[in-house]
């Protein structure tokens, strides 16, 4: 016991000083909130200052109630009209081609934000063209179609001879909220960006442990077994002692590293008024946690110590790193349909039975039997990968030069 | 040396490579207080030999076992090792380094702090205890390694080619801990292909050669069964009719300088004679055989090939 605890004090201590770790530890929720956060931020961001917009107006109808709408209806938050339009100069008559070399050039200076092109008003459909640099304003690009085709309507509406009261009578304004519901019938407030983003988090944050520190399990093996400081290591201890003491230290320096973490999460979310996991979600998250840490750990073990160059340890590695992607790649489609069949079906697969659980708890709350069955094989899929790995370890660690050969390996797991 | 029971016994031990068998039937006994060396040449099968020894590899035949018992989890406190190819962790720290190592060994952190600054000391390397393994020279990493193997005063240490390396005044340096390690009652078992080394060294020795064992014994006794006495001659002159000398059993001649192998009852008195009437000698000796040259009738001679005695 003593030497599994001077191993797992060794893997640690030496591992929590090294670079890597620090940088690993700030920079990922960093790239996490960066990726998760930011450009959902600055794309419902309401703007500062007032935006130049152009109109090139083939109809000669449009432009100026556009403009008058545009002008009138949204407002900055200091009373100042969102958007100013401006006119292009435009020969009355002349084709609207003729306006867009100067207005594009408008548009590359920076004069205006961008300008519409409206070729013509059609007896159905309507185009509009809408020329900027920044194409990812979602908000401006709502806000001119609602306002065009609210221009137009009343056009036809005149033309019908319907009051245009009675079209705003007939205009409804439709608020859709959704509600989860949770499993005790509380009703729960919920948007979809705040359950996307505690299940994304959860998955991320497991992905990244389980990357980072897998990496970490195989390449101190690697080294080892390369300067051959892995004889004096088994001479010392035995395979058995040195696997658990590993798995033991680095098990700490993941939950060092989770733990820091989650306190950046809390202060994020007492900062910003989130509450993104109930209590009972976070701990049943810290156990497939747990559980997900302690599973892949024995598959790093396996699939590592038997390696015997730095280029099979990326291969191996990157490959793990795929199984691990595949819950990632699901979280959209199973965020839609939470009781998909194969949804529930994946979740029974241990090498992603932790993600899809940080997937699904956020989203939906799943039954309790599958929690605890999944628990189960959990459970017994460690005790299995631990032993089989064990078993690999033993002998992996003392192979150098060729790498065996896969029908080696399950000879050494039978043999024990 | 030769009453009380032996420390380690090998018996028989075997080990096969896929294709290559890489020792077949090596047995000696190592005592306490007593230096072994085990020789032969590259690739002869020491190192797998040590490695089975202390459990790192389980042979497919024969048996180790330390005073009477097999290897176990107590026998990995007993025993120091210094494998044949360096390594530590590069990024850590000396002291750091040597402490794990330590502590693996069921040693006390405390005390083996107190002790592995004294070693350091030693080693003139006390100022260093804070560096990084890497910004070391290869020797003191060698230094720190020797350190590791021994620091937890072991009953048994195995040091694997520990000379290879070491500038001479640290070769002294490791010999005198041989020294004090055996005055301490402590067996030590080395491995070299260095005969010289071998010859002042060790108190018993086993040969290898190709996985087999070739001799082994004390040295005294391998001396007396193996070796001919030679003399040496530093003459001027054409010394190329001494290969003809009655008694001499084969001769290496160089410049101005002859190896004379003697037969068993080589008449010393009227050789020296006949070889001081013919040049002008500078210096004669007569010899023990040296390892060197028995290691080298028994291996690498020309008829050595099958010359398992």
């Known amino acids: ?416 | 040396m030769t009453g009380d029971p032996a420390m380690l016994q090998v018996k028989d031990v075997r080990k096969a490579f896929s294709t290559v068998v890489a020792v077949d039937g090596v047995s000696f006994e190592v005592h306490r207080g007593e230096i072994f060396g085990l020789l032969g040449p590259n690739g002869a099968g020491k190192t797998t030999t040590i490695r089975m020894i202390l459990n790192i590899l389980p042979p497919d035949g024969g048996v180790v076992t330390f005073d009477g018992h097999p290897f176990t989890d107590q026998t990995r406190n007993l025993v120091g090792y210094l494998p044949e190819e360096r390594g530590l962790y590069r990024k850590s720290r000396l002291i750091d380094t040597i402490l794990y190592f330590a502590e693996l060994r069921g040693m006390h952190r405390g005390v083996a702090k107190e002790e592995a600054m004294k070693w350091l000391k030693r080693f003139g390397l006390d100022d260093q205890a804070l560096r990084k393994v890497e910004e070391l020279s290869k020797g003191n990493q060698q230094k720190i390694q020797f350190i590791t193997a021994i620091l937890h005063d072991p009953a048994l240490v195995i040091l694997d080619e520990p000379f290879s390396g070491l500038d001479p005044v640290n070769q002294v340096l490791f010999q005198d801990i041989f020294d004090e390690m055996k005055q301490q009652g402590r067996a030590v078992i080395f491995s070299t292909h260095q005969m010289e080394q071998a010859e002042k060294l060790s108190d018993s020795l086993c040969l290898i050669n190709q996985g087999r064992m070739v001799l082994g014994g004390s040295v005294r006794e391998v001396k007396k069964r193996y070796g001919s006495n030679s003399l040496h001659v530093e003459f001027e002159g054409d010394g190329a009719f001494m290969e003809g000398l009655p008694g001499v059993h084969r001769a290496f001649l160089y410049k101005n300088a002859a190896e004379l192998d003697l037969t068993e009852n080589a008449g010393v008195n009227d050789l020296i004679a006949g070889i001081n009437a013919k040049v002008a000698v500078r210096k004669i000796e007569l010899r023990e055989p040296s390892l060197h040259s028995i290691f080298m009738q028994v291996v690498g001679g020309p008829s050595a090939s099958g010359a398992t005695p």
């Open chain 1, 1 to 416: 016991m003593n030497k599994i605890l001077a191993v797992a004090r060794w893997e640690y201590v030496e591992k929590v000083k090294s670079k890597a770790f620090l940088i690993g530890l700030f920079l990922t929720p960093i790239i996490m909130v960066g990726m998760g956060v930011i450009p959902s931020l600055l794309a419902t961001q309401e703007d500062k200052t007032s935006k130049s917009i152009g109109v090139v107006d083939g109809t000669g109808q449009l432009a100026v109630p556009f403009a008058h709408r545009m002008q009138t209806r949204y407002m900055l938050s200091d009373g100042r009209p969102n958007y100013v339009v401006m006119p292009i100069e435009q020969v009355p008559g002349a084709p609207v081609e003729e306006s867009i070399g100067e207005a594009d050039r408008r548009v590359a200076s920076g004069d205006i934000e961008g300008y519409c092109i409206i070729r013509g008003m059609g007896p159905a459909d309507t185009v509009v063209e809408y020329r900027t640099r920044a194409v990812g304003d979602f908000m401006l690009g709502a806000r001119i179609e609602e306002t065009i085709r609210g221009i137009i309507a009343e056009k036809r509406a005149q033309g019908l001879g319907i009051d245009p009261r009675v079209l705003k009578e007939l205009q409804v304004k439709l608020d859709l909220r959704t509600v989860k519901v949770s499993k005790t019938g509380e009703k729960e407030d919920s948007d979809f960006l705040k359950v996307f983003f505690s299940a994304y988090v959860f998955m991320m944050m497991l992905f990244f442990l389980i990357v980072t520190s897998g990496q970490v399990l195989v390449r101190s093996v690697l080294e080892e077994k390369s300067n051959r400081i892995v004889e004096v290591l088994v001479s010392s201890c035995s395979p058995t002692q040195l696997m658990a003491g590993k798995v033991l230290g680095l098990s700490a320096l993941g939950f060092t590293q989770i733990g820091f973490w989650a306190l950046i999460g809390v202060a994020a979310t007492a900062q910003f008024g989130l509450n993104i996991v109930a209590p009972v979600n976070a701990l049943l998250l810290i156990v497939y946690f747990v559980l997900g840490y302690l599973f892949y750990a024995a598959v790093f073990i396996a699939a590592g110590s038997p390696l015997t160059t730095e280029q099979a340890a990326q291969q191996v590695t990157s490959y793990l790193v795929m199984l691990l992607v595949i819950p990632i790649v699901l979280a959209l489609p199973a965020m839609k349909n939470p009781d998909a069949t194969w949804i529930k079906v994946l979740t029974f697969i241990p090498l992603l039975t932790p993600t899809m659980m940080a997937l699904r708890i956020p989203i939906q709350m799943p039954q309790v039997w599958e929690i605890v069955l999944t628990i189960f094989i959990m459970i017994v899929s460690i005790y299995f990968g631990m032993v089989a790995a064990g078993r690999i370890f033993r002998v992996g660690i003392l192979m150098t030069g060729k790498a065996p050969r896969l029908a080696e390996i399950l000879r050494w797991i039978k043999t024990g």
